[in-house]
T-cell receptor, first 115, second 114 residues
Framework: GEDVEQSLFLSVREGDSSVINCTYT??????LYWYKQEPGAGLQLLTY?????DMKQDQRLTVLLNKKDKHLSLRIADTQTGDSAIYFC???????????????FGSGTQLTVLP | ETGVTQTPRHLVMGMTNKKSLKCEQH?????MYWYKQSAKKPLELMFV???????ENNSVPSRFSPECPNSSHLFLHLHTLQPEDSALYLC?????????????FGPGTRLTVL
């Protein structure tokens, strides 16, 4: 599969904005995703963006997509201590049978929110 | 609660043991997945089942053997594992098809191989 890259750590103060960046390599990805993983839990989908969009906003979350540079970012406004978690970006492509999508994940960014 | 359950949550086994991990989804999904999550590494997709048929097998060693008896259940049979197989094993399910295909994850089984 293709490599998806993220920085490993990010620390912000409570109330500030957080920006988590990701680069991907498969230009044919139709959907790109942001997942969140809290301690002791599996991954949970936060949001996704379709490849023909540049931006998607969902309450405190803003996703920006730059297809030319294959760059995806997640901005969390007014970051709270409950946002502390690992955030994964992922790109998708259809599996060989076309019956489902396969995701390639980045290594995850550990977001720490300081009081 | 995501609708995907995994048992056991923790497992310690020796290299000569045989054990099985179980995953169950209550979402009516058609596709199920096994992932391996190791420290400081990206999630690695191991197997994909769509409509109970294995459709992907990403060069996983034969000491891992998946089984999908129906669309709600997925097993991962383990035998003669190595210490480097210690990791969090995550199961996921999705509706399948060509759309968004959100994957819903279980909480994982933390496996330690001694």
């Amino acid at each position: 599969g293709e490599d998806v890259e993220q920085s490993l750590f990010l620390s912000v103060r409570e109330g500030d904005s957080s920006v988590i960046n990701c680069t991907y390599t498969d230009s044919s990805s139709t959907y790109l995703y942001w997942y969140k993983q809290e301690p002791g839990a599996g991954l949970q989908l936060l949001t996704y963006i379709f490849s023909n969009m540049d931006m998607k906003q969902d309450q405190r979350l803003t996703v920006l997509l730059n297809k030319k540079d294959k760059h995806l970012s997640l901005r969390i406004a007014d970051t709270q201590t409950g946002d502390s978690a690992i955030y994964f970006c992922a790109e998708s492509f259809l599996i060989s049978s076309g019956s489902a999508r396969q995701l390639t994940f980045g290594s995850g960014t550990q977001l720490t929110v300081l009081p | 609660e995501t609708g995907v359950t995994q048992t056991p949550r923790h497992l310690v086994m020796g290299m000569t043991n045989k054990k099985s991990l179980k995953c169950e989804q209550h979402l009516g999904h058609n596709a199920m997945y096994w992932y391996k999550q190791s420290a400081k590494k990206p999630l690695e997709l191991m197997f994909v089942y769509s409509l109970e048929e294995r459709v992907e097998n990403n060069s996983v060693p034969s000491r891992f053997s998946p089984e999908c008896p129906n669309s709600s259940h997925l097993f991962l049979h383990l035998h003669t594992l190595q210490p480097e197989d210690s990791a969090l094993y995550l199961c996921a399910s999705s509706s399948g098809g060509t759309g968004v295909n959100e994957q819903f994850f279980g909480p994982g089984t933390r496996l330690t191989v001694l």
